[in-house]
């Protein structure tokens, strides 16, 4: 894919150009209209899309600067929007033809800090049926034989296109990082309580978190601290001071960075390449790596986090399941059932494994900076009926921490393959400037880690 013109810049560039009269917002967005012409055809990112209606907001942006006008942090910059956030100008079908033509009369609150940030909303983007397992019409965009994994398919896939240069996901259990990790973009998933959820489709109100994909850590950085404020209608917030996250991304630590080097619950599901590749790169990190083992019981997450959101999609969904059971796919309805049959006790005793996990995990980061770890099994699987698995995101999206993928390896067949990172809860900052850092170390080291 050629990577020249308006569509190729990332966001906080392309922020800084229409702020500084070098570049309209009605530039960018036609630039990315074509880019999507060109590609929509093969990639399917798209759900919901209306050029007119994205070429009227970057003009009516473009007017307000020319009349010196605020604009906001992200003044004229195209987004897409994961079908799972309630919009007022396009229909939020989760995924599912049972809910065809849904339309709200309100924003999302994710959706609402956007526009009063000055982004674009380009439109909505494939969702898998109800952001869970059942894939959606999405390909891969390096080679679309494979899936770009979910439930966050399209957004991943458009960004990784050059259709738009963010886009809005969530991760209940790897919907954010995995699809990151495939497409091969930066894939960010805050500490969870940081960003509403207020207006997005209930899933598991433990473990729903919303997440931004981007070209760059600075970009993902610029987007997630615009659509952070307290919100008293999402219990899970509480009212504290929103991170520097922009900032942060631009920064590099005062110390080299020390890395904690967990293999994770999941470490015997890598494929051979992504052991390799990991490999590959401890021994590029040299002393500032350490390989540490996490108590065996952490094998037990992901029983405990299938037990609580399978309970949870149970309730959720189950106006839904009751009213069209033929029009859900076999996959979500095995869940469901399943979550049916979930005690009440072991549901709380989940809830309590939540706290003791995270509490048990905070001693690591006494020590290290951040844990370094896979972000998948490996490359994007070939076919589209399965999305991969979100094995090596289960802990960390089930603990709350924050994690971000970074599109730094290649696996044996040219395919990406990213490096996870996760940070203390709450050190969102601390985990975004060791991103940038590790970012800058391996392009500075003329390296990409690969199993060729």
């Known amino acids: 894919m050629t990577q020249e013109g308006p569509f190729a810049l990332g966001a906080a560039d392309a922020a800084r150009a229409i702020r500084d009269g070098?570049?309209?917002?009605?530039?960018?967005?036609?630039?990315?209209?074509?880019?999507?012409?060109?590609?929509?055809?093969?990639?399917?990112?798209?759900?919901?899309?209306?050029?007119?209606?994205?070429?009227?907001?970057?003009?009516?942006?473009?007017?307000?600067?020319?009349?010196?006008?605020?604009?906001?942090?992200?003044?004229?910059?195209?987004?897409?929007?994961?079908?799972?956030?309630?919009?007022?100008?396009?229909?939020?079908?989760?995924?599912?033809?049972?809910?065809?033509?849904?339309?709200?009369?309100?924003?999302?609150?994710?959706?609402?800090?956007?526009?009063?940030?000055?982004?674009?909303?380009?439109?909505?983007?494939?969702?898998?049926?109800?952001?869970?397992?059942?894939?959606?019409?999405?390909?891969?965009?390096?080679?679309v034989s494979r899936t770009p994994?979910?439930?966050?398919?399209?957004?991943?896939?458009?960004?990784?296109?050059?259709?738009?240069?963010?886009?809005?996901?969530?991760?209940?259990?790897?919907?954010?990082?995995?699809?990151?990790?495939?497409?091969?973009?930066?894939?960010?998933?805050?500490?969870?309580?940081?960003?509403?959820?207020?207006?997005?489709?209930?899933?598991?109100?433990?473990?729903?978190q919303v997440g931004v994909f981007a070209r760059s850590v600075e970009d993902a950085g610029l987007m997630a601290q615009h659509i952070m404020h307290y919100d008293a209608q999402d219990a899970a917030m509480r009212p504290v001071a929103i991170p520097s996250l922009a900032q942060a991304a631009t920064e590099m630590p005062p110390l080299p960075p020390s890395f904690a080097f967990v293999p994770s619950p999941a470490w015997d599901q890598a494929e051979p390449g992504t052991q390799e590749a990991f490999s590959e790169l401890a021994e590029f990190l040299g002393d500032q790596v350490q390989r540490l083992a996490l108590a065996e019981v952490y094998d037990e997450v992901f029983e405990w986090q299938r037990r609580v959101m399978e309970a949870d999609l149970a309730k959720n969904f189950a106006a839904d399941f009751d009213r069209a059971p033929d029009q859900i796919s076999p996959q979500l309805t095995e869940m469901v059932e399943?979550?049916?049959?979930?005690?009440?006790?072991?549901?709380?005793?989940?809830?309590?494994?939540?706290?003791?996990?995270?509490?048990?995990?905070?001693?690591?980061?006494?020590?290290?900076?951040?844990?370094?770890?896979?972000?998948?099994?490996?490359?994007?699987?070939?076919?589209?009926?399965?999305?991969?698995?979100?094995?090596?995101?289960?802990?960390?999206?089930?603990?709350?921490?924050?994690?971000?993928?970074?599109?730094?390896?290649?696996g044996e067949n040219d395919m990406p393959l990213g490096v996870q990172l996760v940070g203390k809860k709450g050190g969102d900052a601390r985990l975004l400037r060791v991103a940038s850092w590790l970012m800058a170390a391996v392009e500075a080291g003329d390296t990409k880690i690969d199993t060729a």
């Open 22 to 143: 070098k570049m309209t917002s009605e530039e960018l967005v036609q630039g990315c209209l074509d880019r999507i012409s060109a590609f929509e055809p093969t990639v399917q990112a798209w759900t919901h899309l209306s050029p007119e209606h994205a070429l009227e907001q970057a003009r009516a942006i473009d007017q307000r600067r020319y009349k010196g006008q605020e604009i906001g942090p992200m003044g004229g910059v195209p987004v897409g929007i994961k079908d799972i956030f309630d919009t007022v100008d396009f229909p939020t079908e989760y995924g599912s033809p049972i809910h065809k033509g849904r339309q709200t009369i309100d924003d999302a609150s994710t959706v609402a800090q956007l526009r009063q940030a000055g982004a674009v909303i380009m439109g909505k983007t494939v969702t898998t049926e109800f952001a869970v397992y059942a894939p959606g019409k999405t390909t891969n965009p390096h080679d």
């Open 149 to 208: 994994g979910g439930s966050s398919s399209g957004s991943a896939a458009a960004v990784a296109s050059f259709m738009v240069p963010l886009a809005l996901g969530s991760q209940t259990n790897g919907s954010t990082i995995r699809p990151a990790s495939f497409c091969g973009v930066v894939g960010y998933k805050p500490s969870f309580g940081l960003i509403s959820r207020s207006g997005a489709l209930r899933q598991s109100p433990p473990l729903d």
């Open 338 to 410: 399943r979550g049916r049959d979930v005690m009440a006790i072991d549901y709380n005793l989940g809830l309590d494994r939540q706290v003791a996990f995270e509490r048990g995990l905070d001693e690591v980061f006494e020590d290290f900076d951040v844990i370094l770890t896979p972000a998948t099994q490996g490359e994007a699987p070939v076919g589209l009926d399965a999305t991969g698995s979100p094995s090596f995101c289960t802990l960390w999206t089930f603990t709350g921490l924050p994690a971000i993928t970074l599109p730094l390896m290649q």
